[in-house]
């Protein structure tokens, strides 16, 4: 009797340990390879830059943010493609004026001794039926007030006909420094997003063509 019981634990002591060796090779509910966040996160758009934070990037350097739904209706033509303008706020003397035509949105700048320009976004973004973000950020040197020297704008781009409710989300980034307001750098989705198109706002570059 006593054989027979010390093999009976000796059998439990094996399925026990047999047991627990099963479970150590099943990953946890929650745990996610580091590489497979990274993959995910990289295909999300990022989102508008936040105002909450102002000043942002090079301590030399400094953000401030207005926004396109604090806009005034100056004129509209529902028969032309459904053409409306609004006029937009700005910062350091500059103004926005936002026009909507033919499902797609572009952007003049108003500069502050005068004139305007537009930014041809239309253009620049291929053409497609497009949609602004809410949110301007204006770039320029810190300090009390900053006179911004560009600015970045959130454009949303059907690329596809076929599939309208597909989007490409680009950063445009526009220099407001020469004659004329243009578009440097069309930022495409991805990680650091934002930061890069803080980067190329703070670079010198040429206009795109």
């Known amino acids: 009797m006593r054989m027979k019981n010390i093999l009976i634990l000796g059998v439990l002591a094996f399925a026990a340990g047999c047991g627990e060796r099963a479970a150590s090779d099943v990953a946890a509910p929650d745990e996610t390879p580091s590489t497979a966040r990274e993959a995910v996160s990289s295909n999300e758009p990022a989102a508008d ?10 301590a030399a350097r400094a ?16 028969q032309e493609a459904g053409f409306a303008e609004s006029r937009c706020p700005g910062v350091g003397g500059y103004g926005l004026r936002l026009i909507d035509a033919d499902a797609r949105q572009n952007l003049l700048v108003e500069r502050p001794g ?28 810190a300090g009390a007030s900053v006179a911004p020297d560009a600015m970045i704008v959130r454009y949303n781009v059907v690329e596809n006909p076929t599939s309208p409710g597909s989007e490409t989300s680009y950063l445009m980034v526009a220099s ?10 069309k930022i495409v989705p991805g990680a650091d997003q934002n930061d ?12 795109l063509p």
């Open 114 to 141: 005068g004139g305007s320009a537009s930014l041809r976004l239309s253009e620049v973004g291929g053409g497609g039926f497009s949609a602004l973000g809410k949110t301007v950020e204006w770039r320029g040197k």
């Open 63 to 78: 953000s401030r943010y207005t926004s396109l739904s604090d806009c005034e209706l100056i004129r509209e033509r529902p």
């Open 176 to 185: 407001l420094d020469g004659d004329r307001p243009c578009i440097t750098d």
């Open 196 to 207: 890069r198109a803080r980067a190329a706002a703070d670079a010198d570059h040429a206009c």
């Open 49 to 58: 830059p936040a105002p909450s934070a102002t000043p942002t990037g090079d």
